[in-house]
């Protein structure tokens, strides 16, 4: 088997199929999909036994216990392969996405993780656009930047099972487990690199979670990064409530920067969901709300895009 498909599931029935449907579609067919179901209220667990019935790749996975966290680390002890590619309920791989992946991994032995570009889709599958951002993890250590290695789509990535769970797998973060896992594997030695082509399809709605708890995520963001730059440079990490007192005793100046900037992107973000539903006046009154707090920024962002390609900070 040569690898390993975690697809966490909860209250995931609307779009399940999908997902489902285009892993079985790879052109790599050596490969297990590990369903970790979290008890949800929908249709959600008579799907996934509707695929494991016909299909014997196909692996229902009980979560010990709620959140993704502990879905993903349930399906990285499970996995039977020491590749393991991550897919989202809502997203979809385009079909040659395990064999270039699996061809890049061959190229780039060292690598702990890699990760791919993406399109963007809206609630019916429509492509709205790409996302992705490079990666320079030698440079990110140089400059203590984590900005260079820990943007990337989480369900893009193909990671090596030993060398995730040589850090512990995921911490149990309300948001941002991702991220603090890419830069944990970073500080520890490990190895990151992204493949510069689109392989998956990252699906946004008005309804997903990134939209619902973007504010907190940002603000995770930003903890988990400056414990990243802390761990580069020999320190401890600090705690949440620790982190929160530090940034109280910032400069006035300093603090109201970080907030605006913090808004602003939560409402660019807000924006890319209502522009992917096509409810076109919220989308431009986020984007105007955006554009008064960081305008110059904004428009730079804007200007690189196509078909506002709003990219994922953190998913």
């Given at each position: 088997m040569r690898v390993s498909v975690i697809l966490p599931a909860y209250n995931a029935a609307r779009f399940l199929s999908e997902a489902i449907e285009s892993v079985l579609r790879q052109t790599v067919s050596d490969f297990e999909l590990l369903a970790i179901y979290e008890h949800s209220h929908d249709s959600t667990l008579r799907v996934l036994e509707a695929y494991a019935k016909h299909d014997s790749?196909?692996?229902?996975?009980?979560?010990?216990?709620?959140?993704?966290?502990a879905a993903l680390n349930?399906?990285?002890?499970?996995?039977?392969s020491e590749l393991v590619a991550r897919l989202d309920a809502d997203d979809r791989m385009l079909p040659t996405r395990l064999e270039r992946q699996l061809w890049f991994l061959e190229?780039?032995?060292?690598?702990?993780?890699?990760c791919s570009y993406g399109y963007f889709?809206?609630?019916?599958?429509?492509?709205?656009?790409?996302?992705?951002?490079?990666?320079?993890?030698?440079?990110?250590?140089r400059e203590t930047d984590p900005l260079l290695?820990?943007?990337i789509i989480h369900p893009s990535v193909i990671v090596k099972r030993r060398d995730v769970l040589a850090v512990n797998g995921y911490r149990n973060y309300p948001f941002c487990e991702d991220r603090d896992l890419w830069g944990r594997l970073i500080t520890g030695g490990f190895q990151i690199a992204c493949q510069e082509e689109c392989l998956v399809e990252f699906r946004v709605h008005g309804n997903s979670k990134s939209v619902r708890e973007y504010a907190g995520n940002i603000n995770a963001c930003r903890w988990i990064d400056h414990n990243i730059i802390r761990r580069l440079q020999g320190q401890a990490e600090m705690p949440y409530d620790e982190y929160l007192q530090w940034f109280k005793h910032q400069s006035l100046r300093k603090r109201l920067r970080e907030r605006s900037l913090r808004r602003s992107q939560a409402e660019l973000h807000v924006a890319s969901r209502y522009y992917a539903d096509r409810r076109w006046f919220r989308c431009a009154m986020h984007?105007?709300?955006a554009m008064a707090l960081h305008p110059r920024r904004v428009i730079a962002t804007l200007a690189t895009k196509v078909v506002l390609r709003f990219p994922v900070i953190a998913e």
């Open positions: 790749r196909i692996r229902i996975i009980h979560s010990p216990e709620p959140g993704l966290p349930a399906g990285l002890l499970c996995a039977r190229h780039h032995p060292d690598m702990s993780v890699i889709i809206n609630a019916s599958g429509r492509r709205i656009g790409k996302a992705g951002n490079s990666v320079d993890a030698a440079r990110g250590r290695f820990v943007q984007v105007a709300l």
